[in-house]
């Protein structure tokens, strides 16, 4: 079954007619992923919450060392310039499943904000998310808080093999999630949205031909609702 908010045009999906794909995109993820959740009894959100706490402890070690290594020369060479480089407009991929974490632990003023900002959108060189303060999620996708440009990895890394190191054991453990050669939080997750009849093109777990090949190599199951 897919989901009217899916299938139906709305009101809301009209006016969206004249949004690029891309925001298309983001705002019905959100929307899908706040009704649902809103709509799931206290003791499936908090099954959700419980199911992503190793990975929230993966992204606040990942913060740990951003901040700790990043937090200078990020700030010195994107933010005080405004370049913000690594934040490009529509330059990310962002997973269902990104989305579903975020809104799992974003307050409802917080969401509002989101789509306020997308449905605003006035254009221009910089990720929609972007906003004086830095990014408007709680939670920002995983692709974001995993890149690091050439100058930051250049002036913090290389040299440094100790750092080196425990990078890419950060790396490793962002697998652990995100990558399908085992059952992963991110798959697991869309598949819980996708039972219940949603569905997204952020699902990727469920749609990329590369990631589904993968899965069907490592003997995970790749066909949507099975
Ligand atoms: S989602 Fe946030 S961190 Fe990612 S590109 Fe946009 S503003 Fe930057």
Not at 48 to 69: C, E, P, T, W
Not at 102 to 130: A, M
Request: contains cysteine; charged residues 25%.
């Amino acid at each position: 079954m897919r989901h009217a908010l899916c299938s139906v045009p709305t009101p809301e999906t009209n006016e969206m007619a004249s949004m690029n794909d891309y925001n298309t995109q983001q705002i019905e993820a959100i929307r899908m992923a706040r009704q649902h959740l809103r709509g799931l009894p206290l003791v499936q959100i908090r099954w959700l919450r419980n199911r992503i706490r190793s990975y929230m402890k993966f992204r606040a070690d990942v913060a740990r060392f951003q901040g700790k290594h990043f937090a200078d020369i990020c700030s010195r060479k994107c933010f005080a310039s405004q370049t913000s480089a690594c934040c490009g407009r529509e330059g990310i991929i962002t997973f269902f499943a990104d989305v579903v974490i975020n809104i799992l632990l974003s307050t409802d003023k917080e969401i509002d904000k989101l789509l306020e900002t997308i449905e605003r959108d006035t254009g221009g060189f910089n990720c929609v998310y972007l906003n004086e303060s830095g990014c408007l999620w709680r939670v920002k996708p995983i692709v974001c808080e995993m890149f690091l440009c050439e100058h930051a990895k250049q002036n913090v890394l290389d040299g440094n093999h100790n750092l080196g190191q425990q990078w890419e054991r950060l790396r490793r453990r962002e697998r652990r999630y995100t990558w399908p050669n085992r059952p992963i939080l991110f798959d697991d997750l869309e598949a819980f949205f996708i039972e219940a009849g949603f569905d997204s093109p952020l699902m990727y777990l469920h749609r990329s031909p590369g990631l589904l090949r993968l899965k069907a190599k490592h003997g995970l199951r790749t066909e949507k609702g099975t």
